[in-house]
């Protein structure tokens, strides 16, 4: 299955990158080990999002930017309401990245 590497530009994801760096500069481990940890982490998140997530959320704002560059879709929104059934929340600026599921199973 092939993934995507966005997920490590998430809080957790920088997280286990800063930690795995840590370790292979102690020598605790090894930079082959560390790499093959975040492949396995860009795995589970995919399966995650695809088999676990069943909530839906509506985002509006204002677009302030969008770009599609190797189909990859980026926006930029602006005073952005996510509502769902569960919670409304609003954000001063979102930054959305959008990739073609699609590409996943070429």
Not at 16 to 35: F, K
Not at 55 to 69: A, D, E, M, P, Q
Request: overall charge negative; hydrophobic content about 40%.
């Amino acid at each position: 299955m092939a993934t995507f590497e966005l997920y490590r530009r998430s809080s957790i994801g920088m997280c286990l990158t800063e930690t795995l760096d840590e370790m292979v500069s102690t020598g605790a481990l090894s930079p082959e080990l560390a790499i093959q940890v975040l492949m396995q982490f860009d795995r589970s998140m995919t399966e995650a999002l695809e088999t676990q997530v069943k909530s839906k959320v509506t985002i509006k704002g204002h677009l302030h930017t969008y770009r599609f560059c190797d189909n990859v879709w980026t926006f930029i929104l602006q005073d952005a309401t996510f509502k769902s059934d569960e919670f409304n929340d609003q954000a001063r600026r979102v930054k959305i990245v959008a990739c073609d599921s699609k590409l996943l199973s070429q």
